[in-house]
């Protein structure tokens, strides 16, 4: 059983779909007036990782989100730019998607844009004022939050507390505080301004409110109520609190059944801000650093959990990440290598791992999608499988136990949306410039780096048969400088990635 911690409910609860083996989940997508940086990408990554592993238990998922493309950031950064909102929208849009795909996140079934379901937004605000939680003044519609009993429990705020703390806040009498009813109240639809994008309604000309949108549109292509709500810890106050309180005060139900919330991104233990100038855009560290190295990282903290992210630690996750990868191509050696000799390995025991290690991992992602404890059940596996592997030549009758181990491995890291499969198929991915060193010291004449890599081994094996080791040492130390390592392993050398 699934267990969720329900932002809500502040504890765990076991999770039970509304429609038996069907997930609806919505996650809040970005505003696109710039391109994301890395504490938005550790939400989107939490949430992908999330859906893959309910597609992986065998859920069928139908995951939505939106992008914000009308809003006072767009707006004014295309001021700044001379050049309209919906130009800057669409080339934040396409820059969005790109970095997601660039990280391995999977695209949503649904991406609405709110430009694009303005009729959708109406119909709702329509809803709320002919149930007397929404009012007009001059254009402008705004949601009456004491009319929701409800609002508050999302984020754990009492309603009477806010409004003595908002009315300190309030304008000088000439603000839009006093336009409303009370001070809690906040904009569904935002009448028109000049040289702003606006959209014909019942209230005359203007635009949607931010916290409408999300409501509009999860109930347009999930229905209500739906399985989960996501977003970043950030949206809870006010953006969730306020979507759920206006869709449940519309429909008079449920509007999701399960709030989730993904900590917050440090730099170095302080928080992310242009002004302390640790402001890290996503497309920028991908030009440092593999995806998957990334992924790992945040991988490597429970979602809900503050990650402090710095190059120290992104190192540190793709080295991990090389372990994993380096346990794959070995266990593809020994399979490749296997010979007709008596079973050196407890073949038995490593079945009942691999199965143990399946399940502990499903166990750990069961309670709250707790990905640092999965990725521990598979590091644990992986020095058991080396410590039986090492230093022996296989059985063939030990393949069908080894395979099935590869596959465990790559099944669980696929499961957590890092694929070790291909470079598992392929061997290392040697830099290029194994094919320089090969011509040199091996007179190699091709192009091809693992081609250049076989012709060092050769040409160190036959320096060594000629006790030329100043050959072989060179070999030896022209790889380790591009950061490769030679193994001496039962069934003969390899390179492999240090």
Not at 252 to 265: D, E, I, P, R, V
Not at 376 to 388: L, R, Y
Not at 416 to 433: C, D, K, N, R, Y
Request: net charge negative; glycine share 8%; hydrophobic share 40%.
């Amino acid at each position: 059983m699934i267990r969720i911690y329900n932002t809500k409910e502040r504890a765990k609860a076991d999770f039970e779909a509304i429609q038996r083996g069907h997930v609806g989940m919505y996650v809040c997508g970005p505003t696109v007036y710039n391109r994301i940086h890395i504490g938005n990408a550790r939400t989107f990554i939490s949430f992908d990782v999330i859906r893959r592993y309910l597609l992986w238990r065998g859920f069928d998922v139908t995951f939505v989100q939106n992008v914000t493309d009308v809003d006072d950031k767009i707006i004014n950064r295309a001021n700044e730019e001379g050049r309209s909102a919906a130009e800057v929208a669409a080339e934040y849009t396409e820059a969005f998607i790109a970095d997601m795909r660039a990280v391995g996140v999977m695209d949503p079934d649904v991406r609405p844009k709110a430009t694009e379901e303005i009729p959708a937004m109406i119909e709702l605000i329509s809803e709320l004022v002919e149930g007397g939680h929404a009012y007009e003044v001059e254009g402008d519609v705004y949601f009456s939050v004491r009319s929701y009993p409800g609002y508050g429990q999302l984020s754990g705020r009492n309603v009477d507390e806010m409004e003595s703390g908002h009315r300190e806040l309030r304008s000088d009498g000439q603000g839009l505080e006093d336009r409303k009813r009370d001070p809690l109240d906040f904009a569904v639809w935002k009448a028109a301004k000049p040289g702003e994008p606006a959209w014909e309604s019942p209230w005359g000309p203007g635009r949607p409110g931010w916290h409408i949108e999300c409501s509009a549109m999860s109930r347009k292509y999930l229905g209500l109520p739906f399985d989960i709500h996501g977003g970043g810890a950030d949206l809870v106050f006010p953006h969730h609190e306020n979507e759920r309180a206006q869709s449940e005060a519309a429909c008079g139900c449920t509007f999701a059944n399960y709030w989730m919330h993904g900590g917050m991104l440090q730099i170095n233990a302080e928080k992310m801000s242009k002004s302390l100038g640790n402001f890290m855009l996503l497309h920028d560290v991908l030009e440092a650093t593999r995806p998957e190295a990334l992924r790992m990282l945040m991988l490597q903290t429970h979602y809900r959990s503050p990650l402090d992210f710095s190059e120290e630690r992104l190192a540190e996750a793709d080295a991990a990440l090389v372990r994993i990868e380096n346990a794959v191509r070995g266990l593809d050696w020994a399979i490749e290598h296997a010979q007709d000799v008596p079973s050196p390995l407890d073949t038995r025991a490593l079945i009942d791992r691999t199965r143990e290690t399946r399940t502990a991992f499903i166990v750990a992602m069961d309670d709250d999608f707790n990905t640092c404890a999965a990725l521990g059940t598979v590091f644990t596996f992986i020095g058991e499988v080396n410590a039986q592997v090492a230093d022996k030549t296989v059985s063939l009758t030990d393949v069908a136990a080894l395979k099935q181990a590869r596959q465990a491995i790559v099944d669980l890291m696929g499961a957590l949306g890092i694929s070790v499969e291909a470079p598992a198929a392929s061997g290392p991915a040697f830099p290029p410039e194994v094919v320089a060193l090969a011509k040199e010291w091996a007179g190699y004449a091709g192009e091809s780096p693992a081609e250049a890599a076989d012709a060092l081994l050769a040409a160190r094996a036959e320096a060594r048969a000629n006790k030329q080791w100043d050959v072989a040492d060179g070999i030896r130390d022209g790889l380790a400088a591009l950061g490769l390592a030679i193994e001496d392993t039962p069934q003969g050398p390899r390179v492999s990635l240090a």
